[in-house]
């Protein structure tokens, strides 16, 4: 780096996050077409938004004009859906940028973050940015949380937040009612994102945040509603937190395009909750199916995908034998996770694909 430009020397020696990327990177990378791809790599919802939100977007007017900075009506449709008040609700790009905002508003340099891995990757991202310490407190092999050790982990390091992904992202399974419980108990503010909940048998915790004062609840459009190319997310915050919140958001983070889309797909739940139907029925057809093979054990999944281990060879290699017939997953090889892949529910057919070519690999 040239001497005149310093920039952090924290941020010079971080490892950059790899985030999955677009079909239209993925078809050139295996020189395909991109229609020929199937995308089951980072749990989006195949079936797209609403009819209703193209239409809506097509006819998009005033796009010269700056957005709600408050995303009013948005915010008054989202509390209707989840029966909270919206003066409760804060939106965001994406459930990333209120990780984001979260740590602006509570962390100051040296503060602990309890992070809970294997889990979404972003809140241990995030934390030395805003120049808080991760402590790792590892679930168990299960997946299912070690409340033991993160009590001991909050009350040794006093942390300020404790983040908590239910269903987890790659496990897929919901935390124990008790477990919650228990961890609200503790002095220390636990963000549960549940970025998954409307796949889930298990019920969403929106309803305690207003009797918690140190429960944060964060939702998304992107998985449900298909719209994640949009970046559309939300979270549930105590009342007294909302106004210390509204003084560090920044004034038009949610765009027009995005703001109408989750507008419109508000007033269209019934139909896409057709499609989260059948996306669990599709979960729940490649968890069956996965258990048959000899080169998968699957993991029970409450969620929109099913991470398996990968037996017989590396996890890296399996995701390389399915793209090259056009089919992308998403491999792991990091602690608690070493040859683990994640495969995201499809459409019918997309799954029809999936389950002949993993037959195919069985039997040659």
């Not at 239409?55 to 915010?75: C, K, T």
């Not at 929109?304 to 590396?314: A, D, E, H, Q, T």
């Amino acid at each position: 780096m040239n001497e005149k430009v310093r920039i952090r020397r924290d941020v010079e020696s971080m490892s950059a996050y790899t985030p999955t990327t677009s079909l239209d990177v993925f078809a050139e990378r295996l020189g395909m077409d991109v229609h020929d791809l199937i995308k089951l790599d980072a749990n989006e919802n195949p079936f797209g938004p609403s009819p209703r939100v193209k239409a809506a977007l097509a006819n998009l007017q005033h796009m010269n004009v700056y957005p709600d900075p408050e995303s009013g009506r948005l915010r008054e449709l989202l509390g209707e859906y989840i029966g909270v008040p919206k003066e409760q609700i804060l939106c965001g790009a994406g459930a990333d940028e209120l990780i984001e905002i979260i740590m602006q508003l509570f962390i100051e340099p040296g503060d602990v973050v309890i992070n809970t891995p294997p889990t979404f990757a972003m809140y241990g991202f995030d934390a030395p940015l805003y120049h808080g310490r991760v402590v790792d407190v590892y679930r168990r092999e299960d997946f299912s949380l070690d409340a033991d050790a993160i009590e001991a982990a909050v009350r040794q390091h006093d942390a300020k937040l404790l983040f908590l992904c239910s269903p987890n992202n790659p496990s897929g399974d919901m935390i124990e009612a008790g477990d919650i419980d228990r961890l609200l108990e503790l002095p220390v503010t636990v963000v549960v994102d549940e970025a998954y909940i409307e796949f889930a048998e298990g019920e969403s915790l929106v309803a305690r945040v207003g009797d918690e004062a140190n429960l944060i609840v964060l939702r998304t459009m992107s998985k449900w509603a298909g719209l994640a190319g949009l970046r559309v997310g939300y979270g549930v915050f105590p009342s007294e937190l909302m106004p210390q919140l509204w003084k560090i958001k920044q004034p038009y983070n949610v765009n027009l395009a995005a703001d109408i889309a989750a507008q419109v797909s508000l007033q269209d739940v019934d139909f896409l909750m057709t499609r989260v139907e059948t996306l669990v029925k599709e979960r729940i057809r490649m968890e069956t199916a996965f258990a048959e093979l000899p080169m998968l054990a699957p993991y029970p999944s409450q969620s929109n995908f099913v991470l398996n281990r990968v037996i017989g060879m590396s996890a890296e290699e399996f995701r390389e034998r399915l793209a090259g017939a056009g089919i992308i997953v998403r491999y792991y090889n990091k602690p608690r996770l070493e040859d683990h892949i994640r495969i995201s529910a499809g459409t019918p057919h997309q799954v029809d694909r999936l389950l002949e070519l993993l037959t195919q690999l069985t039997t040659s």
